[in-house]
């Protein structure tokens, strides 16, 4: 059994599924500071991995990260912990990639299949056209992440993120990621375990 | 010895680092179409890896890209081909993982040592400045790095580049990559290699 939490993110070109990965990497290992029973911070390493190919020319995207509290000598995420689907042919492509304990994460207006086992259903762009543009969707979903997962600190994450992005996107950011959170914390409650 | 040409690109929080590798992995992936003596097509795979951990804390970026005609299973770069270096802190942490062969660009202006081999200045920040800003320094420098280079044509980097910037930006970034370009080429000659 691996001591790495594995996180795929998958989706098509443009939904910013790359920044996703790389916020959640750089949070998990910049920002992050949990502290163990002795209350002695413990320190994340984070890998992030894309791997562009002929299948990444079909227009899908795929963004991995694994997460560390130690060193990690082989970096490809291949059945991963968390899968986040931010479209159809990714459905496709990686729902087969996973183990029973794997928590799928999708946007159920984005994908038309409802695959079995954990399954959360976060309405990721509706949600962002709410806030008044759908760009931000792949924030709104990593709220959800974090908050089903809380694999890092909400403040970890806004932190990573705000410091890839625009200044002036910031509230903008901090709404989708808190509006993520909201949602994250529906879905934990429909699969009863909120 | 590994088909794949290995490239690293070094420097500190900011400067863009991540933006060059994802740029040059997917112009070489998803935009070039090299020919191989029978005039066919050769397709490339890249990967792309960023590591973060205790030694990320310091506040320099590092960004590893692996291109191959062949499919990859081991994508950390150990020892680069290619090794851009932005930063004098980089040039500490990176100029030691190198080979006889390996190629290095240093931006002058922000390295103080000046390596033994086969070393080119790309003073990327100071000309950028020219261009009015030196936040398209990273673009400089990949431009320069694909010139000394060839691993890319220059159009499929131009289109990847295109692709991840906002649209306002293009021409500017344009004019930054043609300066690269022309910097690489005096860099070229300089080294008796023009």
Chains 1, 2 share one sequence.
Do not use: W
């Amino acid at each position: 059994m691996s001591d790495a939490t594995e996180i795929r993110f998958s989706g098509f070109g443009g939904q910013g599924v790359i920044l996703m990965g790389i916020a959640l990497a750089r949070a998990a290992a910049l920002y992050d500071r949990p502290t163990d029973e002795d209350g002695k911070v413990v320190k994340k390493t984070a890998v992030q991995t894309q791997s562009y190919g002929p299948s990444a020319r079909g227009g899908h995207s795929k963004c991995d990260v694994k997460i560390s509290a130690k060193e990690m000598h082989y970096p490809f995420v291949e059945v991963p912990d968390y899968l986040i689907i931010l479209s159809q042919q990714a459905y496709a492509k990686y729902i087969h990639d996973r183990k029973p304990e794997t928590r799928i994460i999708i946007d159920p207006d984005l994908v038309r299949e409802r695959p079995k086992g954990e399954v959360y259903m976060i309405p990721a762009t509706a949600s962002a056209e709410e806030l008044g543009t759908r760009i931000v969707a792949n924030v709104v979903m990593l709220g959800a992440l974090r908050e089903i997962s809380q694999i890092v600190s909400h403040e970890a994450l806004e932190r990573a993120l705000f410091e890839t992005l625009p200044k002036v996107t910031h509230d903008l950011n901090r709404k989708a990621l808190e509006l993520g959170a909201k949602l994250g914390r529906e879905a934990l409650e429909a699969a009863g375990k909120g």
